[in-house]
């Protein structure tokens, strides 16, 4: 992963509104709250594009990694949107990229990975990407 991780790597944006609590007390926003952000910007993709029924779905996807790089300090009022990619798309896996991003901000304050393993909702045994979700996932399949 290079050091300098940019907007233009990136084809969807989700704004993220920071809160006060998201601030720790050296007054900038905590690193766990970064995790937050990473799980919204992914979700916010699989339901609103990937039709998921997080309430419903058969299968759901597990987070089994993440790692984040942190660049800059982000505090509250600032204005976030969190750039979400496909870096590696599997049978019943998705790696995404994610980068946070001040707005107005070409370069990403934070940026990182987080991986979703698809699984039965009941067993929780893995599963192959059901077809509209994998459809959705392969639009934000970074070039290579």
């Given at each position: ?19 006060w609590?998201?601030?720790?007390v ?94 039965d ?5 893995s ?17 290579t």
């Open positions: 992963m290079s050091d300098v991780e940019t907007a233009e790597r990136y084809t969807y944006f989700l704004p993220i509104t920071t809160r609590m998201d601030n720790d050296y007054g900038h926003i905590n690193n766990v709250t970064y995790y937050s952000y990473f799980d919204t910007v992914a979700n916010h993709y699989l339901i609103h594009e990937g039709g998921l029924d997080i309430h419903a779905s058969p299968i759901i996807g597990l987070v089994v990694e993440s790692k984040c790089q942190y660049r800059a300090p982000l505090a509250y009022p600032d204005r976030l949107r969190a750039g979400l990619r496909v870096d590696k798309l599997g049978t019943r896996s998705v790696t995404y990229g994610i980068g946070i991003f001040k707005e107005g901000e070409a370069e990403a304050a934070a940026h990182g990975h987080f991986v979703h393993v698809f699984v909702r009941q067993t929780r045994r599963t192959a990407i059901p077809e509209r979700l994998r459809e959705a996932l392969s639009r934000l399949v970074a070039p």
